[in-house]
């Protein structure tokens, strides 16, 4: 089956229907998405954010409404959510969009759910244009939705995985000494974006102590023989789906230490995706990859969770950690990226997996031994 990969098989009309049932089944009165990755989950639409409220208004009752500014009209038109039949009504500079929002709900609305990345800025407006109603998070509904992706996401997310492996494939030939850190993460943004992505947005190249920092903004350090370089790097498709993926180089001969801890990493990382699958805990998973890490005296050099859910952002549920009692399911996208950070260097390992009905997938298939390049 060809998949469209920016359509309607990603973004399927009959989601705002399966929406709308969650809504009235989680007690809310309407849900009230900003621009963003709920309603582009919703919708399909990717509407810019701005200070100008563009919102849809999913009731539980009655039909759903897109209040958008009039000069984003066209635009809005024109996107997937002018194609699923859902009133647009435009409003004019001088009027109040929010006044607006809260006439069409009517006094009674009781519970709305605001999208989680709404602006305060408007989040306060809605709250003063509608005193007596309690405002939730659009996550008690859109949680678990967004949680499972339908094949159609995790084909599109494959697609950013492999994505972001040829931008791997290609660091080695970037990492020579008596270059910056800057300059190899200016080399891997561009590849990002020429490898398929419609963005890059993060290019973490951490060297020598650096990669002991684990989200480390690329600098000036100069790459030295000897050194070991942890790079995660990350975009976003034009499908709206992200790639994250994370390997450690080094230039030259490793020193013994760390060829040792980057064995037990290895070693952890695989112990973790061998326990993830359907039925098991977020946090089982957290422990199949801290305890070979600890059991070999790096313990307290772990000092993140084990990952993070994957999809129209590149942090989401369900949170790899301990405490997250939270079972797997059919669907689930996340990382698995355990790193040991101590001190005089650092090493990462993540590939993002798919849960499937009897195991779990990986989306990234660059190898994860150790990669040497000329020092
Ligand atoms: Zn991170
Ligand atoms: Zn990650
Ligand atoms: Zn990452």
Not at 124 to 139: H, I, K, N
Not at 333 to 357: H, K, L, M, N
Request: glycine fraction near 12%.
């Amino acid at each position: 089956m060809a998949l469209d990969p920016a359509g309607t098989d990603l973004y399927p009309p009959a989601r705002l229907a399966e929406v709308r049932a969650g809504v009235a089944a989680a007690g809310l009165d309407a849900l009230l998405l900003t621009p963003g990755p709920d309603l582009r989950y919703v919708t399909g639409y990717d509407a810019h954010e701005s200070e100008r409220l563009t919102c849809l208004v999913v009731p539980a009752d009655g039909d759903p409404v897109l209040v958008v500014p009039r000069l984003e009209l066209r635009g809005a038109h024109a996107s997937p959510a002018g194609g699923l039949g859902i009133e647009l009504v435009g409003w004019d500079e001088t009027d109040d969009p929010f006044a607006l929002v809260a006439a069409g709900l009517g006094a009674a609305a009781g519970r709305v759910g605001l999208s989680d990345r709404m602006w305060a800025l408007m989040v306060l407006r809605f709250r003063a244009a509608m005193p007596g109603t309690e405002q939730v998070l659009a996550s008690t509904v859109l949680r678990d939705l967004r949680a499972r992706k339908s094949p159609a996401e995790v084909a599109a997310l494959r697609a950013a995985g492999e994505a972001i492996d040829r931008v791997h494939a290609q660091v080695p030939g970037w990492l020579r000494p008596g270059r910056t850190e800057r300059q190899v993460a200016a080399d891997i943004a561009e590849a990002i974006v020429a490898e398929g992505h419609a963005r890059a947005d993060f290019t973490i190249v951490g060297s020598g102590p650096n990669g002991a920092s684990p989200h480390h903004t690329a600098a000036e350090r100069v790459l030295q023989a000897g050194d070991a370089v942890v790079v995660d790097i990350g975009g976003t498709m034009p499908s709206g789906y992200c790639s994250d993926c994370t390997r450690t180089y080094v230039i030259g001969e490793p020193s013994d230490e760390f060829a040792a801890y980057y064995r037990v990493l290895q070693a952890a990382q695989e112990a973790a995706f061998v326990a993830a699958g359907p039925g098991v805990m977020a946090e089982t998973v957290d422990a199949a990859a801290r305890e070979p890490i600890t059991a070999a005296g790096y313990g307290e050099f772990f000092v993140h969770r084990t990952g993070h859910g994957i999809g129209l952002e590149t942090h989401e549920d369900p949170y790899i950690v301990s405490g997250n009692t939270e079972v797997l399911r059919p669907g689930n996208a996340f990382s698995i990226e355990p790193g040991i950070y101590p001190g005089q260097d650092g090493a990462r390992i993540e590939d993002i997996v798919v849960c499937t009905d009897d195991g779990c997938q990986r989306l990234n298939n660059i190898t994860r031994d150790l990669i040497a390049v000329p020092g």
